[in-house]
């Protein structure tokens, strides 16, 4: 008998989240039945993601939802083998059973010296989000200018490399000078540090003074209102996030971005990456690719122990990581 970890969400997020909105919870695993596998945990993903959909799609109660690389510690499905490593969606918890049909392998041709870890960044979900955002939201074109906000996390720091594999000048923005060194480190061609500009509408005027062909949005809010200006001629903008609105109470007002949308003659369009499940393997050959080229770099930021979960979510959600926020079991 196994007994499980768990992390739920005792109380809905009123504004932003509190350690106190979680309980850890025991569960006493049953035996496998025929068919089933028994896996732990070895790394679990934070996304900004949780806080709407938990608000959505969660009771009080339930356990916290998000993806995890996990190993087999026990198998009576003969597609799974004790040893193996996967990609589940099972949220946070230390073990659970599975019947193999939500599971994930890794690719055959995935290198022993990359960690596993990349499959819940750059080689996983947000990889593809920025993937499939940039080439089939934004449809960038070589010799275009591409701007990112929350350009120093675990999607907007692959968009802006993935842009300039495309051929195109990439501008982003970030909430700290770490950040901002390390986008420049990457290779975005302008960073810059939105908190500490006088005048973000003039930052970014410096920053691309001919305007933006795609704006890829994690942020939304202020941001977004003030960038939309200054996007060129049929400019596409990717809404993929909305990070700057998930733990507001009293709801904000506007922006109102019709009148540039006309006379820009502008595309804007939201998105969700599950949208391309069918063509995931497609997106993760071409980012593990560019990753073992070296061509797209990774940074994690990784928090140690299941039982910093709710810690690790929280500092993600306040900007705390550069790259991908992970924990470690």
Not at 40 to 56: A, G, I, K, N, T
Request: charged fraction near 20%.
């Amino acid at each position: 008998m196994v007994t499980a970890k768990a992390w739920v969400l005792k109380k809905h997020f009123e504004g932003f989240p509190k350690t106190s909105d979680f309980d850890l919870k025991m569960i006493e695993l049953p035996n496998l039945k025929d068919g089933e596998l028994l896996l732990e945990s070895v790394f679990l993903s934070v996304d900004p993601y949780m806080r709407p959909y938990s608000q959505r799609d969660m009771k009080e109660g339930d356990i916290m939802i998000g993806t995890q690389v996990a190993r087999i510690v026990e198998s009576k499905n003969p597609a799974f083998t004790v040893g193996a490593f996967v990609v589940a969606r099972s949220g946070w918890r230390t073990h659970f059973i599975s019947d193999g049909k939500d599971l994930q392998h890794f690719p055959s041709n995935w290198p022993e010296s990359l960690p596993k870890s990349l499959a819940l960044g750059t080689v996983g979900m947000p990889g593809l989000t920025a993937y499939f955002g940039l080439l089939e939201v934004c449809k960038v074109k070589p010799g275009e200018t591409v701007l990112v906000n929350a350009a120093a996390g675990a999607v907007g720091s692959v968009v802006g490399q993935l842009a300039k594999i495309g051929g195109c000048k990439v501008v982003g923005c970030a909430g700290s000078d770490d950040k901002v060194a390390y986008l420049k480190k990457i290779g975005f061609d302008e960073a810059f540090n939105y908190k500490t500009v006088t005048s973000l509408d003039e930052a970014l005027r410096k920053a691309s003074p001919d305007g933006y062909d795609c704006f890829f949005d994690n942020v939304g809010g202020e941001f977004a209102s003030i960038a939309i200006n200054q996007m060129k001629k049929y400019g596409r903008i990717a809404v993929c996030g909305a990070i700057s609105q998930y733990n507001v109470s009293v709801p904000q007002k506007g922006p109102y971005m019709q009148v540039p949308m006309i006379f820009q003659e502008l595309q804007m369009k939201g998105f969700i990456v599950t949208r391309w499940n069918n063509r995931w393997e497609e997106g993760l050959k071409a980012l593990l690719k560019w990753v073992v080229e070296g061509k797209v770099k990774c940074h994690e930021h990784v928090t140690e122990g299941f039982e910093n979960m709710p810690t690790a979510f929280i500092g993600m959600l306040k900007g705390e990581n550069i790259g991908k926020a992970i924990v470690k079991v």
